[in-house]
Nanobody
Framework: QVQLVESGGGLVQAGGSLRLSCAASRNPGAMGWYRQAPGKQRDWVAGITSNGRTNYADSVKGRFTISRDNAKNTVYLQMNSLKPEDTAVYYC???????????????WGQGTQVAVSS
């Protein structure tokens, strides 16, 4: 079992930046971030493999950057040029060792709120 603990959410004005962090209790496989706005389904935002290959949803490409520090079992999401439509609860996600993508999520964090005001 892997526990994920997120931090870094908050309230920011449009155009601003936030950095989310997610610490895992031990090193998983692929990691990533999902988000869920009120009344909507949970959507994938970004993913990163164990060796650092990244991919992004079209809605955040060019504005968000995912990275990971395997020595610290931590994944980050740097969010720049934030828009009101980025407002959501952001969930850290991890896959078991051996899974190369975050399309199948084995572990979820508790979520952290991000609110972007216009």
């Amino acid at each position: 079992q892997v526990q994920l603990v997120e931090s870094g959410g908050g309230l920011v004005q449009a155009g601003g930046s936030l950095r989310l962090s997610c610490a895992a209790s031990r090193n998983p496989g692929a990691m990533g971030w999902y988000r869920q706005a009120p009344g909507k389904q949970r959507d994938w935002v970004a993913g990163i493999t164990s060796n650092g290959r990244t991919n992004y949803a079209d809605s955040v490409k060019g504005r968000f950057t995912i990275s990971r520090d395997n020595a610290k079992n931590t994944v980050y999401l740097q969010m720049n040029s934030l828009k009101p439509e980025d407002t959501a609860v952001y969930y850290c996600a991890a896959a078991r060792i051996g899974r190369s993508t975050i399309s199948v999520v084995d572990y979820w964090g508790q979520g952290t709120q991000v609110a972007v005001s216009s």
